[in-house]
Structure formats: structure tokens, C-alpha cells
């Protein structure tokens, strides 16, 4: 069974810099395209980014595209998402996700895997 657990709860100013970290346990973590996602209250979640099993293919939202990066260390069974020029509407909750599908289509799917998720605050 593959679990997602995430890290990197944090509060930053507008304009710093946080590294989110998903950390996969159980089997086969070489063949699931992974990604990230976000919600704040009242709202539905948002995909954020993606990388498919290798991270030769990554995807992005528009809204942070240019800011935000996403990388896979694969001898740690790691996804990590640095997320750079933080702006205030970034302020959400982040999930880590897992598919079997491209990272392109993760944008416009619900993964089959999630994280617990963990806080991001960027203050103004």
C-alpha cells in the first residue's frame, strides 16, 4: 500500500521562499506520476504541479508557473516542491497526490493517491 506523507508546515513572508517535501512509502513509487495540489476554505482544490515517473515531463498551473519548481529524489522516495516569490494568495492547504496518468492530464483529474496535507501561510 503506498502511503504519501507531507512536510514543511510553514509561515513566510511575501516575497520568501518554502520547500514542500512528499515523502512515499510502499511499492512501486518509480511508476506513479506525482504532484501537488492545494485548497484554502470554501473553495476546491487546485492543482498546483506535477511530474510524471522520471521527471522528464512537468506541468504546471499558471499561477505558478515561474515560481514554484517541482523534483523528484528518487533514492529517497522524495517529491519535493520549492516554491519561491511567495505571494499571499498562495496561503493554502498543500496535498501531495499520486496517479497513474500524465502529468498534463493530472491537472484536470482527481488522483487516486493524497497526503494529509500541510499548511502554507504567506503573509503580507
Known amino acids: 500500500q503506498v502511503q504519501l506523507i507531507e512536510s514543511g508546515l510553514g509561515l513566510v513572508q511575501a516575497g520568501g521562499s518554502l520547500r514542500l517535501a512528499c515523502a512515499v512509502s510502499?511499492?512501486?513509487?518509480?511508476?506513479?506520476?506525482m504532484g501537488w495540489f492545494r485548497q484554502v476554505p470554501g473553495k476546491e482544490r487546485e492543482f498546483v504541479a506535477a511530474?510524471?515517473?522520471?521527471?522528464?515531463?512537468?506541468y504546471y498551473s499558471d499561477s505558478v508557473k515561474g515560481r514554484f519548481t517541482i523534483s523528484r529524489a528518487d533514492a529517497e522516495n522524495t517529491v519535493n516542491l520549492q516554491m519561491n516569490s511567495l505571494k499571499p494568495e498562495d496561503t493554502a492547504v498543500y496535498y501531495c497526490?499520486?496517479?497513474?496518468?500524465?502529468?498534463?492530464?493530472?491537472?484536470?483529474?482527481?488522483?487516486?493517491?493524497w497526503g494529509q496535507g500541510t499548511q502554507v501561510t504567506v503573509s503580507s
Open positions: 510502499g511499492r512501486d513509487y518509480g511508476s506513479w506520476t
Open positions: 511530474s510524471n515517473w522520471n521527471g522528464g515531463s512537468t
Open positions: 497526490a499520486a496517479t497513474r496518468a500524465t502529468a498534463q492530464t493530472m491537472a484536470s483529474i482527481t488522483p487516486k493517491l
